[in-house]
């Protein structure tokens, strides 16, 4: 199972779809066959042949329209999900470093600093695919600049202790660490291996019945049946793909995380003393003239 697994992981999709569109026609192919075989045993014993398979195949397929139906379902959540965390982390950093500003020095420099370079690792971290060989110190990196986040909040939270902004601080950093966390365990969460495997089957069967009932058909007939082989096995890929998070063709967007980097590389600390009091920059201390 975990071969099975790894190899849905790192197979490019593309790969996939012609594997299972092959396995899917020598399925119907095998149907076929069987129905010659068994209309020669048939007449030989005097019998037609005819039968219900008709209705039998509408049946099959139905549910296995249903079970496709309810696979993607659970892609697409585990999708949207991965989606919305991204979003979720951006703001909660951005948080963060905008209560950063309101720390003196050297915590709000160290805090800042800290911040910036977890945004860019995340942003080259969730771009990185699992072959990438930086990609094991791109987690290290990042595990580690959590560390130093927690460390600079509590070097910075002697000197705030006694202020109700202190418990606001300690609240976004902590909401940092845990979206880390929540992304992490986002992108190991997969369709049940087990749930791909008896599609997989359940879909060799529908096709080998599929030929079975359109074996003594006319090349149109054929033509359209194999079409129609051709498209579960694309639902089946865009599934898999789905369900693949850094492998995938349909990845999660980095755009919150990437305006947000954007968003602190033109913000560097010093940037909200315009108007503080005590202010470094005398200058910009007072409110900009009027434009005549």
Partial sequence: MQQIGHWLAFTPTWITGIFLFATM????????????HRKEYLESLGDDGSGPEGYVVSGVLGLLALLLGFTFSIAVDRFDARRVMVLEEAN?????????QLLGEPHRSRMSGILKDYTENRVV???????????IALIKKNDALLVDLWSATAASFDSIRDIDFSSALVESVNTVIDDDSARKAARLAHVPLGVFVALYF?????????????????????????VFILLLAMSMVLIIDIDKPTTGWVRESQLPMILL?????AQPPGSYDRWRSGAE??????????AP
């Fill in 25 to 36: 026609l020598l399925a119907a192919y095998a149907g076929t066959r069987l129905r010659a």
């Fill in 92 to 100: 909660a950093i951005g948080t963060a470093y905008l209560r950063s």
């Fill in 125 to 135: 971290l969730a771009e990185s695919k699992p072959d990438d060989e930086n990609r």
């Fill in 202 to 226: 359940y879909i060799l069967i529908s096709a080998c019945m599929l030929g079975y009932v359109l074996g003594e058909s006319g090349p149109r007939r054929r033509m359209g049946a194999s």
């Fill in 261 to 265: 980097r954007n968003s602190i590389r």
């Fill in 281 to 290: 920059h005398g200058a910009s201390q007072q409110e900009p003239a009027a």
